[in-house]
């Protein structure tokens, strides 16, 4: 009777190490797969929102070849949006230079004007030589901020001004990154270069203005 409750008594020790070692291990488990996930969590990456990028328009078409390269359906739709961007802020940018009220303003102006003037160039011809049909008149919102601004006078026009070419360059920047990033066509990804530089300079310049509410600006692109 007494030999089995003195076994009993010396096998607690090799329970508990094993009891303890399976805890252990756990443990490592547990510690591995959180440091395996916190660079996902730290970066957004499992999030929708962080992978759904900027808003663009898909054709349908698909992607195809050309001699410079894979051509997608967003390489397309950023070669139209930066022929439509030219067609609202050229005229925009027109208004600014004749009734801008301060000097940035009318700079911005002419930083607009110049600057459409040399992407529109570089566009059509890209267009071209890509087989792209390009747009012949703006979109209904564009024509809506031209009413607005022209619709404006004074210090309300330097300020609609302002706002509505610092909003429509913060959507149109968001796009020309991602084409940059993904573009497999060495034909667009070098107008994405150029466009991303007249693009920030736009936005400088506007902002320069000091006349920008970034408070009504969206958080969303």
């Not at 149109?172 to 693009?199: C, G, H, K, P, Y």
């Amino acid at each position: 009777m007494r030999r089995p409750l003195m076994q009993s008594v010396f096998n607690r020790p090799q329970v508990s190490s094993r009891v303890l070692g399976t805890a252990l291990m756990v443990g490592a488990l547990v510690a591995t797969l959180a440091a395996l996930l916190l660079p996902v969590q730290l970066f957004g990456a499992s999030t929708p929102a962080a992978a759904a990028g900027p808003k663009w328009d898909n054709d349908g078409g698909g992607t195809v070849n050309t001699p410079s390269g894979p051509l997608s359906a967003l390489d397309r739709d950023f070669v139209r949006k930066v022929r439509l961007a030219g067609m609202w802020e050229q005229p925009a940018g027109r208004m600014a230079v004749e009734r801008g009220t301060t000097t940035a303003v009318r700079t911005a102006g002419m930083h607009l004007i110049h600057g459409h003037a040399e992407l529109n160039q570089l566009d059509i011809a890209d267009a071209r030589q890509l087989g792209i049909t390009l747009p012949t008149t703006p979109t209904v919102q564009q024509q809506g901020w031209l009413h607005q601004i022209q619709g404006a006078h004074g210090a309300q026009f330097d300020r609609t001004f302002a706002q509505l070419v610092r909003f429509s360059h913060g959507k149109v920047f968001a796009l020309i990154a991602a084409v940059r990033d993904r573009t497999e066509n060495s034909v667009v990804r070098a107008l994405a270069t150029r466009a991303n530089a007249v693009v920030l300079d736009h936005i400088t310049v506007v902002e320069n203005t000091g006349l920008v509410d970034f408070h009504a600006l969206p958080t969303t692109k």
